[in-house]
């Protein structure tokens, strides 16, 4: 081959793998951009994560709730017939499972859900109170009523027991529960009664926590 075609022939080739090697360069910039891109990404949803120090997830177990005397004693008065809704059961007491939340270990400060609840009939008319998420760090117990979250319940925390049973179960007992304005209002108005008053005990509660390990 003359000289001048073979230069002719190499020039093209020089160009190419210049090129080439000029792609392979973008490529890896970009891939290094877009994995520190998404290193960024990562670690911002991380940090918008909060976090409580000593708080552990609830995978289970009940909340039961005795009514107080004579609680049931004005209910039989006015004749409002208490049922539950399942999964929750009423027998001697009401039995609400529970269906998640977050706790410290130590204090038992954070909420608890559930699911089910009590529902309540007189004279042909009836209102459902479910959904039950009792927070212990605002003392309140909070419920769906006629599809509408209110408090329920105050909570007194003055005479809590604490203790941790085998397997790692946390048991509180003791907690009072007293009617807020809402739910008085709100049930009397559902059942045409005024039997309910702001601060009424209702009951007393015991929390059965599985915590998960």
């Not at 002719?8 to 210049?18: D, I």
């Not at 017939?81 to 059961?89: C, H, M």
């Not at 085998?166 to 059942?191: D, F, M, P, R």
Request: with cysteine.
């Amino acid at each position: 081959m003359p000289v001048v075609a073979r230069r002719a022939v190499f020039f093209p080739l020089l160009v190419l793998v210049a090129l080439g090697v000029a792609a392979c360069g973008s490529s890896g910039k970009s891939t290094t951009s877009a994995a520190a891109t998404a290193t960024g990404a990562t670690t911002a949803t991380n940090a918008a994560t909060p976090t409580t120090a000593g708080s552990r997830v609830l995978v289970g177990k009940q909340t039961s709730v005795a009514l107080n005397p004579a609680t049931s004693e004005l209910l039989r008065e006015h004749q409002i017939v208490v049922t539950a809704v399942a999964p929750a059961t009423y027998r001697k007491t009401l039995l609400w499972p529970v269906s998640g939340g977050q706790i410290a270990v130590a204090t038992v400060a954070g909420t608890i859900a559930h699911t089910g609840g009590v529902k309540l009939s007189h004279a042909g008319k009836s209102v459902q109170v479910t959904s039950f998420i009792v927070n212990t760090s605002t003392k309140q117990v909070t419920a769906l009523v006629g599809g509408q979250r209110l408090p329920i319940f105050a909570l007194d925390l003055s005479s809590v027991k604490h203790q941790t049973a085998v397997g790692g179960t946390i048991v509180e007992s003791g907690l009072k529960l007293t009617l807020t304005e809402q739910a008085a209002t709100a049930l009397n108005s559902a059942l045409g009664v005024s039997a309910f008053k702001t601060g009424q005990l209702f009951g007393t509660a015991t929390l059965t926590l599985a915590v998960k390990p």
